[in-house]
């Protein structure tokens, strides 16, 4: 099985990264091949500057991005949540990578068609709200789970959320969290063999 992780923070130093490493490292020990996307160390624009209505300049790391997703069997995506959404870089990944003709496409009627089935994905964020709401109906991980990753044709199999980060933000719980995250690979090691 083939596993891609987007490390959604903008900040190399922070728990979200931390947490994004200690999977892929975990998930290569467990030997699954992986990739990675550091969107704290990626060199893109990602405002999508003309819509879909016209490329932009360079579409060499989008592309990139897109033949990864093509050879993933799974994503894990780890991001903290920001005003009730992720990073604006990550948004700007979704937007030049989750492209029409790639993840979806319309048809003459307008019925929209996923071309990304037969995948699977985790989103793995943390956030000073509580972990509650940011599960409940209209939320981060609900959108993420039918709106995002769903319309595309990728199926969310956790969606973990480390909330009251201000509130709490020991490294033990830091630490907890982390390896919960981990432990994930252990469903899909066993689908794997």
């Known amino acids: 099985m083939k596993i891609l992780v987007i490390q959604g923070h903008p900040d190399s130093q922070s728990l979200t990264h931390t947490n994004a490493m200690h999977y892929y490292?975990?998930?290569k020990q467990m030997g699954?091949?992986?990739?990675?996307?550091?969107?704290?160390?990626?060199?893109?624009?990602?405002?999508l500057r003309y819509g879909y209505h016209q490329?932009?300049?360079?579409?060499?790391f989008p592309k990139h991005c897109q033949d990864l997703i093509q050879a993933?069997?799974?994503?894990?995506?780890?991001?903290?949540?920001?005003?009730?959404?992720?990073?604006?870089?990550?948004?700007?990944?979704?937007?030049?990578?989750?492209?029409?003709?790639?993840?979806?496409?319309?048809?003459?009627?307008?019925?929209?068609?996923?071309?990304?089935?037969?995948?699977?994905?985790?989103?793995?964020?943390?956030?000073?709200?509580?972990a509650f709401f940011y599960r409940s109906l209209g939320n981060v991980i609900f959108r993420w789970k039918y709106l995002v990753l769903g319309f595309c044709g990728i199926k969310l199999k956790h969606?973990?959320?480390?909330?009251?980060m201000v509130k709490n933000?020991?490294?033990?719980?830091?630490?907890?969290y982390i390896e919960k995250c981990t432990k994930t690979l252990e469903a899909l090691n066993s689908n794997h063999q």
């Open 169 to 176: 933000p020991s490294h033990e719980r830091c630490a907890k």
């Open 72 to 130: 993933a069997d799974h994503l894990a995506f780890f991001f903290p949540i920001w005003w009730s959404a992720e990073p604006s870089v990550l948004k700007g990944w979704l937007d030049r990578v989750l492209t029409p003709k790639f993840a979806y496409y319309y048809d003459e009627k307008g019925n929209s068609h996923k071309l990304l089935q037969n995948k699977t994905a985790d989103v793995f964020t943390s956030s000073n709200g509580p």
């Open 159 to 164: 969606g973990l959320v480390l909330g009251r």
């Open 25 to 27: 490292e975990a998930a």
């Open 32 to 47: 699954f091949d992986v990739d990675m996307i550091d969107l704290s160390h990626a060199d893109f624009d990602p405002v």
């Open 55 to 60: 490329h932009m300049s360079d579409e060499s």
